[in-house]
């Protein structure tokens, strides 16, 4: 997940230039940014493998979404 938010955060920006599309650009920036934050908020230790199915119920939710 790390990985692919950061080649978004990466790549979108110079999109912008090439594009001309600021606004377009950062409401999308905006949108993969906001994909962490089911990550920052959940409490579960991702390392313990009894919370297992919770881990891969947030993958299968961000792979989704992106």
């Known amino acids: 997940m790390a990985e692919t ?3 978004f955060l990466v790549f979108l920006p110079n999109l912008k230039s090439v594009t ?3 606004e377009g650009i950062d409401q999308l920036v905006k949108e993969v940014k906001n994909l962490v934050k089911p990550l ?3 409490k579960q230790n991702f390392f313990n493998k009894a919370n297992g199915m919770g881990w891969k119920t947030m993958n299968q939710s961000f792979n989704s979404n992106r």
């Open 5 to 7: 938010l950061k080649k």
């Open 20 to 22: 001309g599309n600021s």
């Open 40 to 42: 920052e908020h959940d």
